[in-house]
């Protein structure tokens, strides 16, 4: 069984930059067939999709915060991480990181496997 678990800091002032950490347990981050992806939800919104780090390495981010956002990955940790710059109030969301089987699930918020979530907040 897969587990993830999103850790970060909960509160951001304006312009600045969020930098997320997901922990995997029970899989590798490194196994071809699992996309691992990062996705939010604002208060009273739907999912969206950030992007995701395929097994292999590549990187897809969702074009609406393409300019804003970088992925990685700590294969020696099992970790992947999610940075956001120049954040503002409507960044304030849930972050979600989860595991699909292949990037068209994973782009279209169907997954395998999700964390439990950590909130993130924007205020001065």
């Known amino acids: 069984q897969v587990q993830l678990q999103e850790s970060g800091p909960g509160l951001v002032k304006p312009s600045q930059t969020v930098s997320l950490t997901c922990t995997v347990s029970g899989g590798s981050i490194t196994t071809n067939s699992v996309y691992w992806s990062w996705i939010r939800q604002p208060p009273g919104k739907g999912l969206e999709w950030i992007g995701t780090?395929?097994?292999?390495?590549?990187?897809y981010y969702s074009p609406s915060l393409k300019s804003r956002t970088s992925i990685s990955r700590d294969t020696s940790k099992n970790q992947f991480t999610l940075q956001l710059s120049s954040v503002n109030s409507e960044d304030t969301a849930v972050y979600y990181c989860?595991?699909?089987?292949?990037?068209?699930?994973?782009?279209?918020?169907?997954?395998?496997?999700r964390g439990q979530g950590t909130q993130v907040t924007v205020s001065s």
């Open positions: 989860a595991s699909a089987g292949n990037y068209y699930n994973a782009r279209n918020l169907r997954y395998d496997y």
């Open positions: 780090i395929t097994g292999g390495g590549g990187i």
